[in-house]
């Protein structure tokens, strides 16, 4: 069995996909069936709504390889769109892709219906071209089986061919997950190491500072919109993507005496150094470094479960790395973009597409300024003059779809939201 084939599998085995299948032939009192590219067989046998001429024909060798080629012609038609064909017996079959990523794995395929009410010189020229295939065939089943077949308009077939697209964009995505959860995988030992740790330290949260110094981390990743598995499945070529953006960035941090410890992930690399307190470079981030009253207020208070808070020293000297941290990303940034085939943009933002989907090399130092720059825009909403796009622009988001999904995360509600908060009048 091969990946895709079990990848198939497992979708047929789910639960998503079982009820689904259920709901689909109630209501529209036909089979269904999710089946690899190269399946050699009748795909709705044993099926609920299975047609009874189906499968009648399904059983007699001769029928049945009319059946199966009728399948290799759904195949072809079906590989990047949907395709509705009339079988050798003038029945109507839809199918459409499921796709990996830009891979077609698999079809979800239905049908086994008219969209005419066959005439009756039709039935017996179909009875007679069974007979042929199935010597000894009762032609009074064939007939019956044959009548009874369903009938519905072509409008409405093509509506339930509609259904099964946009449920393959839901197998899609059901797709990337299975194969990013087999990826990531882990041995049960680290699990239980997992499981020990959680319940036997009090400390979940590390910042990027502690007692003694500022950790600095430039977290460098390749990004696949489209297909979040491709990374995991293509090892060699998302790294090579980034050889030149990782170059540029040793090159310019080693311009300035840094050479950090160089960490290779599943999907990327993380450049990482720090900056002891109480040395000048420390007093000089925290020299520049602004922190708005808001963020004061949040620095001033306990932390669970040490009881600590963070000092005005440090809150300005991670706002000042913040600064930094955005120069360097920018630089790597500028540097680095006319060398490499793919976009790179600061964090993960959407691109467009190509051929292996929406890919980009995201430089991302969101764990730094992203606080800093919502407290700014938390400030500028109070003006009710200025609009949201332009807030998102000025406080240094590139789309407002981000801006919106950090702003939703730190602060816990839309930026809408908040603005109409601010202008309630006050209770009397």
Same mark, same amino acid.
């Given at each position: 069995m091969n990946n895709n084939t079990a990848l198939l599998s497992t979708l047929t085995e789910s639960e998503m996909y079982r009820e689904y299948e259920r709901a689909f032939s109630a209501a529209t009192g036909l089979p269904l069936a999710l089946r690899p590219r190269d399946a050699w067989q009748a795909p709705f046998r044993g099926k609920a709504k299975e047609n009874s001429f189906c499968a009648m024909m399904a059983k007699k060798s001769a029928s049945c390889a009319a059946c199966l080629c009728m399948q290799e012609r759904m195949g072809e038609a079906a590989e990047n769109q949907a395709a509705v064909l009339k079988c050798h017996f003038g029945m109507m079959e839809a199918a459409v892709p499921v796709k990996l990523g830009s891979e077609t794995i698999g079809y979800l395929?239905?049908?086994? @219906?008219?969209?005419?009410?066959?005439?009756?010189?039709?039935?017996?020229?179909?009875?007679?071209?069974?007979?042929?295939?199935?010597?000894?065939?009762?032609?009074?089943?064939?007939?019956?089986?044959?009548?009874?077949?369903?009938?519905?308009?072509?409008?409405?077939?093509? &509506?339930?061919?509609?259904?099964?697209?946009?449920?393959?964009?839901?197998?899609?995505?059901?797709?990337?997950?299975?194969?990013?959860?087999?990826? *990531?995988?882990?041995?049960?030992?680290?699990?239980?190491?997992?499981?020990?740790?959680?319940?036997?330290?009090?400390?979940?949260?590390?910042?990027?500072?502690?007692?003694?110094?500022?950790?600095?981390?430039?977290?460098?990743?390749?990004? *696949?919109?489209? *297909?979040?598995?491709?990374?995991?499945? *293509?090892?060699?070529?998302?790294?090579?993507?980034?050889?030149?953006?990782?170059?540029?960035?040793?090159?310019?941090?080693?311009?300035?005496g840094i050479h950090p410890l160089k960490l290779m992930t599943g999907r990327g690399y993380h450049l990482v150094w720090r900056i002891g307190r109480g040395s000048k470079a420390f007093d000089d981030l925290a020299a520049f470094g602004h922190v708005s009253p808001s963020l004061k207020r949040l620095y001033a208070t306990e932390l669970a479960p040490t009881g600590e808070h963070v000092t005005p020293g440090?809150?300005?000297?991670?706002?000042?790395?913040?600064?930094?941290?955005?120069?360097?990303?920018?630089?790597?940034?500028?540097?680095?973009?006319?060398?490499?085939?793919?976009?790179?943009?600061?964090?993960?933002?959407?691109?467009?597409?190509?051929?292996?989907?929406?890919?980009?090399?995201?430089?991302?130092?969101?764990?730094? @300024?992203?606080?800093?720059?919502?407290?700014? &825009?938390?400030?500028?909403l109070a003006n009710p003059n200025v609009r949201i796009s332009e807030i998102a622009c000025e406080v240094g988001f590139q789309s407002l779809t981000h801006f919106n999904r950090v702003f939703r995360k730190i602060v816990g509600e839309a930026p809408t939201t908040f603005r109409e908060k601010l202008s309630l009048p006050l209770a009397a």
């Open positions: 395929s239905t049908g086994q @219906v008219f969209t005419q009410m066959p005439t009756g010189r039709q039935v017996e020229k179909v009875v007679k071209a069974v007979r042929k295939l199935v010597p000894g065939v009762a032609p009074k089943a064939v007939r019956e089986a044959y009548r009874n077949t369903r009938v519905m308009p072509r409008m409405q077939f093509l &509506a339930i061919t509609r259904l099964l697209q946009i449920f393959a964009g839901h197998l899609a995505i059901k797709s990337n997950q299975v194969v990013l959860a087999r990826a *990531n995988a882990e041995p049960v030992a680290v699990v239980r190491a997992k499981a020990f740790i959680r319940e036997n330290l009090q400390e979940d949260n590390r910042s990027l500072w502690d007692r003694e110094s500022l950790i600095c981390h430039l977290d460098l990743e390749y990004v *696949n919109f489209d *297909n979040p598995a491709y990374p995991f499945l *293509n090892e060699e070529r998302i790294f090579a993507l980034q050889e030149p953006v990782v170059d540029t960035a040793e090159k310019l941090l080693a311009s300035y440090l809150g300005a000297a991670f706002a000042g790395l913040g600064m930094v941290m955005e120069f360097v990303a920018h630089g790597v940034k500028s540097r680095a973009a006319p060398r490499c085939e793919v976009p790179v943009e600061l964090g993960a933002i959407e691109t467009g597409g190509g051929p292996q989907g929406r890919e980009m090399i995201s430089v991302d130092i969101t764990e730094y @300024v992203s606080r800093l720059r919502i407290e700014r &825009a938390r400030e500028r």
